[in-house]
């Protein structure tokens, strides 16, 4: 039975990186098309991957593999423990706190890893990461405590049933303010512009990024898949009513996902303290509104 | 290597300040050149300029070759702009040697240098995009300075370096069709600005990253040599093309726009304003081009002697004043050729001063709206 539920495990792992390298390589192409561009293949992702995994890669020490791996492990770990469609392992302990916990897991092994390289750019972009990351936990945090005061659970499993019956029962309708605070934060999470200061190129060489080269590359794109994958999935079961199927449940993942594209390709960066003090008004304001009206 | 006394090396804290490097292998430079800062925190403490890391020697080089052989030399020295070089270059050699340039040889001039200033003024267009992180917009532009690039391969043969001047006029003349082609393109571009304006210069995030930053005075403008839009946003009105007139531009109409504000905001906007006057100067010389000859016959370009005698000539570049200095003692080749770029002394010396004290993320915004080419500084 736990040998079953392993084997589960691995394969909704797999799931979540293919759908996410997916997203990546449409991400790409809508992108060029809104810039004009033809774009690269949209299985492009999938070949840097293999190639980038088939490389000979220098390490900065132990800290830097045990950060990187971290992170995708971390995250994976998450990903086991969402509800997506007919396909849910832990129907009885997917709570959000602990998704939530497992994912900020991730992102600080990240900041571990590339911050032993030792580059000044790959520092920044760490701090800057995690600074921007305490801007948009607290919107998140105040659009989750509205859910569950809603909802009177705090498992995803029951927030999607909960839901159930249509369209009109969806959180999106009834937390509208929530829902909007939930899409600025998700622009945060997924490091979309205009919240992409910790990678922003042009200032700091792409920050974490500079020092990864060969298979820690290839993990910090598995780690952006994967996390792609699990920041989505949990919109749609907070919000989207979850799925009836794993189709469905991409489906609304992509949808999410789309409309931050969209944003993205239009909107420059913010600097690091108006991107927190954006996160820390609107969103924030939207969040605390929506859990008075839950509240009273 | 020089090895650091260690009495030394205890006072500086490694963990207070640290180096960072832009360029000459960084996204946020726009050529090969590297500022080196010492940053305390995310401030900007010292910044040393390292040039040379493009040093091909144009100025002595030109010295070897004839008259004529340099043509194909000069334009190099600037990229998004080569054809100022080869312009300014030869109204020094028709200059020294007395050459009258036709009038149609004149307007083709014209219409070749504000082709080219639309076409730097949209790299800048670029520029803002890659250091602010739209980068829709340095994809639009560069896309649709390639249109430009076609009508020239159409004109030249080349896409980027033309090579199409001589001295005593141009070439060849233009070929038939080409100029309504190039009122096709100029109603594109047109129709393109209000798509520019929505998506940079009316953009809050980007009103919001570059108003008030990198601001600089008239006073400094003018004590640091810095000339061009650079100097026209800090609010002193001074082109060459309006203030001591050159080919044929005193016959054209246009105005200089004013934004005066100093800041890279203001920068930025000065290059999109000027990019409307280019394009109406265009239409005017489509409109009033002559027909006669596009080129004043000079002699066997191996036995081409330009008298003796020094000139400086000048043109207004979409960065500022480009000029040659040209020194000739009566031999077919120039005894010396001294190149003023218009980014020398924003880039490599008033650079030094303005950044002290900018946060890193300014630093890209800052070289962009100054429009800095760093080829320039390595001659």
């Known amino acids: 039975m736990i040998f079953l539920k392993l084997l589960e ?48 890669s220098i390490s900065h020490g132990f800290a830097f593999d045990l950060g990187l791996v971290a992170g995708v492990s971390a995250l994976l770990a998450a990903v086991v423990f969402l509800p997506m469609g007919q396909i849910n392992l832990f129907p009885h302990n997917s709570s959000l706190i602990m998704i939530i916990y497992l994912m900020t897991m991730a992102y600080l092994g990240m900041a571990m890893g590339v911050s032993s390289s030792g580059n000044p750019n790959a520092t920044i972009g760490v701090a800057r990461a995690l600074t921007m990351m305490m801007g948009y936990e607290l919107p998140f945090a105040a659009v989750i405590f509205s859910v569950y005061i809603f909802a ?10 909960a839901q159930g019956g249509g369209f009109l029962n969806w959180n999106m309708v009834r937390l509208p303010f929530g829902f909007l605070a939930a899409e600025i934060a998700l622009q945060g999470m997924l ?25 820690y590359l290839g993990f910090g794109m598995l780690q952006h898949a994967v996390g792609i994958y699990l920041e989505t999935g949990i919109m749609v079961d907070l919000f989207l009513g979850g799925a009836s199927n794993i189709w469905i449940f991409v489906t609304k993942q992509f949808e999410l996902f789309f409309i931050a594209l969209l944003i993205n390709a239009v909107l420059p960066r913010f600097k690091i303290e108006d991107g927190v003090k954006f996160m820390w008004k609107v969103p924030l304001l939207l969040g605390v509104i929506q859990a008075l009206i839950v509240v009273l | 290597m020089e090895l650091r006394p260690l009495n030394e090396s205890n006072t500086n804290d490694k963990y207070k300040t640290y180096e960072l490097f832009i360029g000459p292998n960084h996204p946020g430079i726009s050529g090969n050149f590297s500022y080196v800062l010492d940053m305390e925190g995310h401030k900007i403490a010292n910044v040393t300029a390292d040039p040379g890391l493009l040093h091909r020697g144009f100025e002595k080089l030109m010295e070897r070759r004839l008259w004529t052989q340099n043509l194909a030399l000069i334009p190099r020295i600037c ?20 050459i009258e340039v036709p009038k149609r040889a ?10 080219a200033r639309i076409a730097a003024y949209l790299f800048s267009f670029s520029g803002v995009g890659g250091a602010t992180g739209l980068y ?16 020239f391969e159409w004109l030249t043969g080349g896409r980027v370096y033309h090579i ?7 070439k060849m003349d233009i070929p038939d069709g080409w100029l309504d082609k190039l009122s096709e393109l100029l109603d594109y571009l047109e129709s393109r600005l209000p798509e520019y304006d929505n998506l940079i210069f009316k953009n809050p995030i980007l009103q919001k990253r570059t108003k008030g930053v990198g601001y600089l005075s008239a006073e400094d403008a003018i004590e640091n040599g810095i000339t061009g839009p650079n100097l026209r946003a800090s609010g002193v009105k001074w082109d060459i093309r309006k203030a001591q007139p050159y080919l044929v531009y005193d016959e054209l109409d246009f105005d200089i726009p004013e934004t005066g504000d100093g800041d890279a905001f203001s920068r930025f906007v000065q290059r999109r304003l000027e990019m409307e006057e280019s394009i109406k100067i265009l239409r005017q010389c489509i409109k009033q081009i002559p027909d006669g000859p596009y080129r004043e016959k000079i002699p066997n370009p191996f036995q081409f002697r330009v008298p003796a005698g020094t000139y ?68």
């Open chain 2, 312 to 379: 400086y000539s000048k043109v207004e570049s979409s960065k500022g004043e480009f000029g040659y200095f040209i020194v000739s003692n009566g031999d077919i080749k120039p005894y010396r050729v001294y190149v003023r770029g218009p980014s020398y002394s924003a880039g490599l010396y008033y650079a030094l001063e303005a950044m002290k004290n900018m946060r890193i993320e300014d630093v890209p915004v800052w070289i962009h709206s100054m429009d800095i080419c760093p080829p320039d500084f390595d001659r």
């Open chain 1, 152 to 161: 009177k659970t705090g498992s995803l499993t029951n927030i999607v049933a």
């Open chain 1, 9 to 56: 495990g691995i394969g909704v792992g797999l799931l979540s990186l293919t759908v996410g390298l997916l997203f990546m390589g449409l991400a790409r192409k809508i992108t060029a098309r809104i810039q004009r561009r033809y774009g690269p293949p949209v299985l492009q992702n999938f070949i840097d991957v293999f190639k980038l995994f088939s490389k000979q």
């Open chain 2, 106 to 115: 004149q307007y083709i001039r014209v219409i070749v240098l504000e082709m």
């Open chain 1, 191 to 215: 490091g979309e512009k205009p919240f992409d200061m910790a990678i922003a190129p042009a200032e700091i060489a792409s920050g974490p990024m500079v020092e990864l080269g060969g298979k």
């Open chain 2, 79 to 98: 990229v998004p702009e080569p054809d100022v070089n080869e312009v300014a270059y030869c109204m020094g050699v028709e200059h020294l040697a007395g």
């Open chain 2, 136 to 151: 829709t917009a340095p994809n639009w532009a560069i896309g649709d300075r390639d249109y430009i690039l076609d009508l």
């Open chain 2, 164 to 170: 199409y001047q001589y001295p005593g006029g141009v």
